[in-house]
């Protein structure tokens, strides 16, 4: 696509990411979409596994949690339609009873554990600067939960509580993989709920927090455009989903081109592409319940075929055969 204004860009990081590299997408859901196409694409990522988080106090809190092994699960936890939930996670994280989220909890937090370990490259999803404060817990929630407005305490980051949330998301994520590498990047997503307005100045907050997060950690910490790119290059409402909020599938699509374009390989891109095809081929059911079985086993000779060819992305295939059939 020809564009009057092209973005910049970061410069020197083709390379940052293979995949051979373990890599985490934090974030609000915009995060989300990025991870998918990873995933989709064969890299070993570990997508927002706690699901979305809007601000940087949110994500900090979270990775607080990862690094504190003594974490009670149950502090946080509360009731909503007949699910307990917790107000330290996403609705994502739901269950019957308290034991059974606890028991959740506790067992995903310590696969995320062992992931940072190994982490290389974190990317960083800011959403919003507007933060919830539960006023038993007196401290920053992840998820409101669409409980009673009286229960928290909105308020906003400025600058400088953006910058300093995201140092300590370094320096936590440090603490497992002292060479990790972080993106940072703000989610071109719109929030107009407090007005257009209101969320223009919260984005604002974030672009000044996040760029003097990476000016303070150079060499550690890139700045990503994706929110550049949505309202400077493409800038227009074609590239919107329906509720003029969200970007399209098509917008999407080409941040994430840029973002290979940023930190892949030629090589990286063509594995890339490839594995593309490959799980595109595996989305497709079959049209019938009686092909389940003959479709899983074009299936296995579909993996195998593809996995000689390219056994670097092995593991990831397995994931990816492992989640489609999770989901059946």
């Known amino acids: 696509m020809k564009f009057q204004t092209e973005v910049e860009l970061p410069r020197g990081y083709e390379g940052l990411i293979d995949h051979t590299t373990p890599v985490a997408t934090l974030g609000s859901c915009f995060a989300d979409e990025v991870g998918a196409r990873l995933a989709a694409e064969l890299f070993d990522v570990a997508v ?14 979270t990775l607080e949690i990862a690094a504190d092994s003594d974490y009670d699960p149950v502090c946080a936890m509360t009731e909503r339609d007949g699910r307990v939930v917790s107000l330290d996670f996403h609705s994502r994280l739901s269950a019957a009873t308290a034991d059974d989220l606890a028991a959740r909890i506790v067992a995903e937090m310590a696969q995320f554990r062992t992931f940072l370990e190994k982490t290389e490259v974190v990317t960083l999803t800011l959403g919003t600067s507007r933060v919830f ?26 600058v400088a509580e953006v910058a300093a ?20 990047t703000v989610s071109p997503v719109r ?30 910490v890139i700045y990503f455009p994706a929110y550049e790119i949505v309202n400077d290059q493409l800038r227009d409402y074609r590239y919107y989903a329906a509720d003029m909020m969200h970007p399209s599938p098509v917008a999407v699509d080409f941040i994430y081109e840029q973002f290979g374009n940023a930190f892949f390989s030629d090589a990286t891109r063509r594995l890339a592409a490839d594995c593309r095809k490959f799980t595109t081929r595996l989305a497709h059911r079959p049209l019938a319940a009686s092909g389940a079985d003959r479709h899983d086993g074009d299936t296995a000779a579909l993996a195998a075929t593809f996995t000689t060819i390219h056994p670097e992305v092995s593991a ?13």
């Open 48 to 61: 927002n596994p706690f699901g979305p988080l809007f601000n940087p106090a949110s994500i900090e809190h």
């Open 133 to 158: 404060i539960h006023r038993r817990l007196s401290r920053v929630v992840a998820n409101c939960h669409k409980l009673p407005a009286h229960e928290f305490e909105e308020t906003r980051l400025g």
């Open 165 to 184: 949330s995201l140092g300590r998301c370094l320096e936590i994520l440090r603490g497992f993989n002292p060479a990790v590498k972080v993106v940072v």
């Open 191 to 220: 929030h107009g709920g407090h007005s257009l307005h209101a969320d223009r100045l919260s984005k604002a907050r974030l672009l000044l927090g996040a760029d003097s997060f990476a000016a303070d950690n150079p060499g550690a």
């Open 316 to 328: 990831a295939a397995d994931r990816y055969i492992a989640k489609l059939q999770k989901q059946k």
